[in-house]
């Protein structure tokens, strides 16, 4: 069966794409950018596979199909901005195939303007073809929370910016396939700048309560108590939850470099948010002290490695800078989690506990770092020696909190 839509890039963002195309019973082909790739339980891809999903055998494959959208990631660089060289091999390779008539659609985080400046040339150059004339040209913000099973791409509006009108409608078209509603934006600076705002109001917010938790600390107040009492309120208000650090795969950008000036905000937020796992083992050490034990030697046990609950991602995680720092204070690292079965920092891998009951009652600390629906944080808080909860997932009293 010929496929109608090609996803290039089966990572964080493509993934759910092709999903909900499968469902929506789009054939669709799949074509990897990178060996990064999102992760699948074996029900989910024997569906896929049965809706009529295949990989591709080679790029050449990407000229039969009506719709390419690129979805693929787009890193920290360097720099601290956005790496865009899986966006641009995509781009080529799509190019040398790209054939009259075809929607082609950017949905990976991207700086405002990309499309045009940085996409549209790569796509012209290679093909030969004329956006806006020849192609359609679109941005779509990719809205992925992964492992949210409320709100899925079938669910969740999709916003569409194209370089004109029919390519604005072409693109709306493929989209109204998938989800129930669709908001069409001016143009598709619109379009990359609504998945910077939505991005960045994240991490913004993020930091804005992983400040108050490092204050309230200080002040000797339950910021849990204060979150719970904050969030009844019915306006103006939105909850967000301290952690130990920001992971995931979409990235902050303050648009250094990129714009006349900067977004402050977003610099500053970024700043906290980096300064979160240096506070979670500052804490930890403070704890084994006052509990007459040094960082030095310490046994330390973490619970939950992921970036995300109950997902096997590791992007981004701050579970990896935060066991970092506590080896190089010399502590015995272990972990626990049950959707990483290996796991090194350092260059070196860290024990894994078996049994977590009878490995938090050996640890002179542990840390839960990511609240994964198996731990019975109850039973956890009574076997552990010292527990220390940066999430605010165990029963009050039960444990010393973030």
């Known amino acids: 069966m010929p496929a109608d839509l090609a996803v290039i890039g089966l990572g964080p963002y493509g993934l759910p794409l092709a999903q909900t195309a499968i469902a929506a019973g789009i054939p669709t082909l799949g074509y990897r950018t990178g060996p990064e790739a999102g992760s699948l339980t074996p029900a989910e891809l024997r569906r896929m596979l049965a809706g009529g999903f295949r990989t591709a055998a080679g790029p050449a494959e990407l000229g039969r199909v009506r719709t390419a959208v690129i979805c693929a990631p787009t890193p920290a660089g360097d720099d601290g901005g956005l790496d865009l060289h ?20 950017l949905e990976s985080p991207v700086h405002p303007g990309t499309t045009e400046e940085f996409l549209r040339p ?3 150059n ?16 990719s809205r992925v929370d992964p492992g949210n099973r409320d709100f899925t791409p079938a669910n969740t509006p999709k916003v569409i910016g194209g370089l004109t009108p029919a390519c604005t409608e072409s693109a709306a078209a493929f989209y109204g396939r998938l989800t129930d509603k669709v908001v069409r934006a001016r143009g598709p600076r619109e379009a990359e700048t609504v998945q910077l705002l939505e991005t960045n109001f994240r991490h913004v917010n993020i930091a804005l309560v992983n400040e108050m938790s490092v204050l309230c600390h200080d002040l000797g107040v339950d910021l849990w108590d204060v979150i719970r009492c904050a969030e009844t309120k019915p306006f103006g208000f939105q909850t967000f939850r301290p952690g130990p650090g ?8 303050d648009l250094a470099g990129h714009a006349s000036r900067s977004l402050r905000m977003v610099e500053l937020a970024q700043q906290v948010n980096r300064q979160m796992p240096r506070y979670v083992v ?29 997902l096997a991602d590791q992007q981004a995680t701050p579970a990896e800078e935060i066991a970092g720092r506590l080896i190089s204070m010399g502590a015995a690292v ?27 009652a050996e640890a002179d600390l542990t840390i839960l770092l990511q609240q994964h629906r198996t731990y019975d944080l ?23 909190r973030l």
């Open 86 to 105: 899986q966006v641009e091999n995509a781009a080529r390779t799509l190019a040398a195939h790209l054939r009259p008539h075809t929607t082609v659609i």
């Open 122 to 124: 790569l796509l012209e």
């Open 126 to 141: 290679g093909s030969g073809l004329r956006a806006g004339r020849d192609f359609h040209l679109a941005y779509s913000p």
């Open 246 to 253: 920001v992971g995931g795969h979409s990235v902050p950008q």
């Open 282 to 310: 500052q804490r930890a050490a403070a704890l084994l002290n006052e509990h007459g034990k040094s960082a030095r030697g310490a046994r330390v046990l973490l619970l939950g490695v992921t970036y995300k609950a109950d």
């Open 334 to 360: 272990s972990y626990h989690d049950p959707h990483v079965p290996s796991w090194t920092v350092l260059d070196r891998p860290i024990p894994r506990a078996d049994s977590l009951y009878e490995a938090a």
């Open 378 to 400: 109850q039973g956890l808080s009574v076997k552990a020696q010292l527990l220390l909860d940066t999430r605010g997932a165990t029963p009050t009293g039960a444990a010393h």
